[in-house]
């Protein structure tokens, strides 16, 4: 009989290990935030000043960016991913960056912590298979029109290749709705916690498009059952090269946590 499904050495009961010191999955709830884009060194050093006061573990931050139009900016590459390390080394967080890529792969590796796989890249199989062998956590964004099976599908194919710290990340998908971006899908977050052995973390930001409902979008993943959050912040958010309406500004990040918090003692987690 056909198998397809890997009989994990995973439980959930174990969280994954991002850095010394930092694990996913356990009784905390892990905040990663940062820019849409590096942009520069001072934009990206403020946010890692921001999120490390509020308690952020992990700088986030694209330097390869999938732009809906190639005519747009499209990030900094090789100079971003160093803006980005050595923002987050300053003030002691791991670095979140998406591998657009193979190509990206040993770059992105070198200078992050956690590798990304964005939402239209969640079916790339020999991206999937790639990040399989390194020896780095992964986190699979959602495919934006993908369901739930495929998306924990495509988590085995990474898993298959011998990496099983894979983080699923709930990023939004496309519904009939106009006035939002996307629409956060809490079932799916409920439904692959129940289903896999990953932790599942929630992005507001893109689930949502707007800044002014990042905070309750995340209150809501994490009553859902997430692990952590992956937050859009920007110093001047009407400024931000990509991304800025759904990007918090930087004070609103402790906001966030206060908000986070309640929900999360609620369901017997802490930020
Ligand atoms: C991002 O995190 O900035 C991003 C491009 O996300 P997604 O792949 O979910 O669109
Ligand atoms: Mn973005």
């Given at each position: 009989?056909?198998?397809?499904?890997?009989?994990?050495?995973?439980?959930?009961?174990?969280?994954?290990?991002?850095?010394?010191?930092?694990?996913?999955?356990?009784?905390?709830?892990?905040?990663?935030?940062?820019?849409?884009?590096?942009?520069?060194?001072?934009?990206?050093?403020?946010?890692?000043?921001?999120?490390?006061?509020?308690?952020?573990?992990?700088?986030?931050?694209?330097?390869?960016?999938?732009?809906?139009?190639?005519?747009?900016?499209?990030?900094?590459?090789?100079?971003?991913?160093?803006?980005?390390?050595?923002?987050?080394?300053?003030?002691?967080?791991?670095?979140?960056?998406?591998?657009?890529?193979?190509?990206?792969?040993?770059?992105?590796?070198?200078?992050?912590?956690?590798?990304?796989?964005?939402?239209?890249?969640?079916?790339?199989?020999?991206?999937?298979?790639?990040?399989?062998?390194?020896?780095?956590?992964?986190?699979?964004?959602?495919?934006?029109?993908?369901?739930?099976?495929?998306?924990?599908?495509?988590?085995?194919?990474?898993?298959?290749?011998?990496?099983?710290?894979?983080?699923?990340?709930?990023?939004?998908?496309?519904?009939?709705?106009?006035?939002?971006?996307?629409?956060?899908?809490?079932?799916?977050?409920?439904?692959?916690?129940?289903?896999?052995?990953?932790?599942?973390?929630?992005?507001?930001?893109?689930?949502?498009?707007?800044?002014?409902?990042?905070?309750?979008?995340?209150r809501a993943a994490i009553a859902a059952g997430a692990d952590g959050l992956l937050v859009e912040v920007h110093p001047n958010p009407a400024r931000a090269l990509s991304d800025g309406d759904q990007s918090l500004p930087l004070e609103r990040l402790v906001e966030l946590v206060e908000e986070v918090?309640?929900?999360?003692?609620?369901?017997?987690?802490?930020?």
């Amino acid at each position: 009989m056909e198998t397809n499904v890997l009989e994990h050495t995973l439980r959930k009961a174990e969280p994954i290990r991002i850095t010394d010191g930092l694990e996913i999955g356990g009784e905390a709830i892990v905040l990663m935030a940062g820019p849409c884009s590096v942009e520069d060194d001072a934009t990206t050093r403020a946010a890692a000043e921001a999120v490390y006061r509020a308690g952020g573990k992990v700088l986030r931050g694209g330097a390869f960016k999938p732009r809906t139009s190639p005519y747009v900016f499209q990030g900094l590459g090789l100079d971003g991913l160093r803006i980005l390390r050595d923002a987050a080394d300053e003030f002691g967080l791991a670095v979140i960056t998406e591998a657009l890529g193979i190509e990206h792969l040993e770059a992105v590796c070198e200078h992050a912590d956690i590798i990304q796989i964005g939402s239209r890249n969640m079916q790339h199989f020999p991206l999937l298979w790639a990040v399989g062998e390194v020896d780095k956590p992964v986190l699979l964004k959602r495919g934006f029109m993908s369901t739930v099976t495929e998306w924990l599908m495509a988590a085995e194919h990474i898993a298959s290749r011998g990496n099983e710290r894979i983080i699923l990340c709930e990023r939004g998908i496309r519904t009939f709705g106009t006035e939002t971006r996307n629409t956060l899908d809490t079932n799916a977050i409920a439904l692959a916690n129940l289903e896999s052995p990953w932790p599942v973390i929630g992005d507001p930001s893109h689930a949502t498009g707007r800044a002014d409902l990042v905070i309750p979008a995340a209150r809501a993943a994490i009553a859902a059952g997430a692990d952590g959050l992956l937050v859009e912040v920007h110093p001047n958010p009407a400024r931000a090269l990509s991304d800025g309406d759904q990007s918090l500004p930087l004070e609103r990040l402790v906001e966030l946590v206060e908000e986070v918090g309640r929900v999360a003692r609620a369901v017997g987690r802490r930020i």
